[in-house]
């Protein structure tokens, strides 16, 4: 009996993590924080940054791209360096290089240099966010891991829409350098952090070795390029461009070297494999509606707030950061939601939360203002809680222990990259509609029309002058096309969404007690 009693007291012991992987799990959750939130706190400052360094609208929109770009290429290779250099050492050489380019785009006073601080941030961030993922994975016993991954899934969702708001605080109040100097004295804890939580791991060269070089240029030609004609497609004309027409290429050639070390490479540099299996695969493609739908809503919503309500960037800020409030609330309960429902409820009711979020904002007046979104808000941020969090789990679950770095990988990329699509295909259908229903009010006012005739003769006579009535009259006409156009760019994001609720029936319930790391 006595001996009993003491193997259930070892194994309790075992079951429950100490101070130090806790202090590596906030390490891991910190850093998913930081990588996420410098994604968007720029946006806030961008016209003002633009303005301190000399740079047009075109030129300033690769100060968000660079990120971008740098950011969706070092993701699924993260899998690959922390292999390569251990997982501690990784994170030490990512959070010390980032807090340098933060400090390089603080100082920044031209375009180049902010633009190489940029990429300089996206690449090291890029390594923060799967990795918080193996942290949970590695230093927490199975019956804690809920926690763990409920602080990353909190951390990733609360990341972009902070940031808006953070960013307009500080460039309201203080300056826009200090969106870039505030990751300074964040990064100087995430060090001891990590300094306390993680063991010191060798590393292996034999990774580099045996490198897939192949596989290795091909994620960067290959998702480089196709991140930079996403964004910037639009603005080019897409097809029209010779530079985008370039960076096609470059595109397909880069995934065709993927499939090049797929085939030949030892050790291919990402399992590309998993997006073929039935439950990884639809996965994958709910975390790019996910991500279209994050993405989609931070980019939709402050133009709306800008170009109707005349809203400023920290206004707009509050708004968007209505969309964290609910991960708030419930992260105290996610634990044990998540051990307690069925990930297929979870994920279905998230993905319906959120299409509900977007139906309700297809009503959209010219009237409207920041509490037209409060609503669809809460909702939305409610529908990502559960559809992210339980995603998490499902992405780890649904592959073998040896493949949980590259699902990892796979997974965050996805959800970057379905923000990437969000943009491109929002900013061409804003395009159409806008002009469209332009053309529709301005077809249905006749000129002979009595009523036209009085409401310009109206218009004519408060402001002075026939020209001045018919700007007037243009302008509302503009007006008016633009909130139909973010009513319909709402409605396309309900059926996207929507749509996607299906797949989870391809999904398996979560094992009871399951370690991510397990298999």
Known sequence: ????????????????????????????????????LDVSIVNSALPTIQGEIGATGTEGTWIATAFLVAEIIIIPLSAWLERLLGLRTLLFVAVTLFTGFSILCGLAGDLTTMIIGRAGQGITAGALIPTAMTIVATRLPPPQQPVGMALFGVTVILGPVLGPLIGGWLTENLSWHYAFFVNVPVCIVLLLLLWLGLPHQRPDWSYLREGDWFGIAGLILGLGGLTVVLEEGHREFWFESPLIIRLTL???????????????????????????????????????????????????????????????????????ALMGVPALFLMPIVPFLITRIDIRLAVGG???????????????????????????QILRGMGMIFTMLFLNQGAIAAVSKEDA???????????????????????????QRLWHHSRRMEESLSANSISVQDYLSGLQASLGSVEAAFRTLAGTIQQQAFVMTYNDIFFVMTVVIFLSIPLVLFLRPLPKGMSLSMH
Do not use: H
């Open 1 to 36: 009996m006595a001996a009993q009693s003491t193997i259930g007291t070892a194994a309790a012991q075992v079951e429950r993590a100490d101070l130090s992987a806790w202090l590596a799990v906030a390490a891991g959750s910190l850093g998913a924080l930081l990588a996420t």
């Open 250 to 320: 470059m595109t397909l050639f880069g995934f065709a070297l993927l499939l090049v070390g797929q085939k030949y490479a030892r050790r291919p540099v990402l399992k590309l494999s998993l997006i073929f299996t039935r439950q990884f695969g639809s996965i994958v493609i709910m975390a790019l509606v996910v991500g279209m739908a994050l993405y989609g809503t931070i980019y939709v919503i402050p133009q709306f707030l800008a170009l109707i309500a005349d809203y400023n960037a920290l206004q707009t800020g509050y708004v968007i």
């Open 350 to 376: 998230g993905l319906l939360l959120m299409a509900i979020s977007c139906l309700i904002t297809t009503n959209l007046t010219s009237e409207a203002g920041g509490g037209a979104f409060t609503a669809g």
């Open 405 to 431: 770095g590259d699902a990892s990988g796979i997974f965050n990329a996805a959800r970057n990259l379905g923000g990437s699509f969000a943009l491109a295909a929002l900013a061409t259908i804003q395009d």
